[in-house]
């Protein structure tokens, strides 16, 4: 009987069948586990949402800018977050609300400073690491002062708000709403608003602490007041120190 290939398929097939449905079920079984173990780590760091870019995380951020009281930033430009070289932004029309008392506070890359032997302006390596991703028409130290020139437009149109000026390498970009942060990254193979974000939580994981002492660290101690009215473009055209 067992000479009939008729026959011999068809246990070979059940059997095989059977040695795959095995092996399927071990490997989901670890993956399904290993999910779960990545899963658990990233709550026990605070991680709430996670976002593929920032333009991913578009409409959970405005919810949060909504009613905050608090609101910090962090960032190289902020065009994603200004509406500064288009009409669209993720928080300009929602700054420029009138009613709601905020204390907001912006940090940004300083557009001003220029290296000597003693010191780096990091606004420059920033520049040759975009350079290399993306071709640009303003350089990079023009496209903040741009920023600098709305940020001073709203102002005088009763915003307020505090800015400060900060000369490290960028490497995060952070944005906290009272007790909710995102938290995304700057790198050399991609521009800050294509990076992944993190939604995380005050008192849920330390993420949330990371991103509020490292805030805090450049705000106190690594940034400048920047008060001036007239035009940051121009000065930084004009290679003047503000």
């Known amino acids: ?32 586990t290993a999910v779960l173990r990545t899963l658990l780590h990233l709550a026990r760091a605070g991680v709430y949402q996670y976002f593929r870019t920032q333009n ?48 907001l506070r912006i940090l940004l890359l ?17 520049a040759e690491e975009v350079d290399k991703i993306y071709d640009r028409e303003t350089h990079l130290r023009e496209q903040v002062a741009l920023t600098i020139d709305h940020i001073r437009d709203l102002k005088r149109n009763g915003l307020e708000c505090k800015l400060r000026l900060y000369n490290e ?44 002492r490292y805030f805090n660290y450049i705000w106190d101690y690594r940034s400048v007041d920047y008060e001036v009215d007239g035009s940051a473009l121009e000065s930084v055209k004009n290679n003047d120190s503000p």
Not at 195 to 209: A, Q
Request: hydrophobic residues 45%; contains cysteine; neutral net charge.
């Open 1 to 32: 009987m067992l000479n009939n290939p008729w026959l011999i398929g068809i246990i070979t097939s059940i059997v095989g069948g059977i040695l795959i449905s095995i092996a399927i079920s071990a490997f989901s079984l670890r993956f399904r």
């Open 56 to 103: 991913g995380a578009t409409e959970v951020i405005r919810e949060n800018c909504q009613q905050a009281k608090e609101v910090r930033i962090m960032a190289v430009r902020a065009w994603s977050l200004f509406p500064v070289a288009q009409e669209e932004s993720q928080l300009g029309d929602i700054l420029k609300g009138k009613g709601i008392q905020r204390d």
């Open 110 to 126: 300083s557009p001003f400073l220029r290296g000597t032997e003693s010191e780096v302006a990091f606004i420059d390596k920033r």
């Open 169 to 212: 390498l960028p490497v995060f970009k952070i944005v906290i709403f009272d007790d909710n942060a995102f938290v995304g990254g700057f790198n050399r193979e991609n521009v800050g608003h294509n990076n992944p974000m993190y939604h995380v939580r005050r008192n849920e994981g330390v993420l949330f602490d990371l991103a509020d």
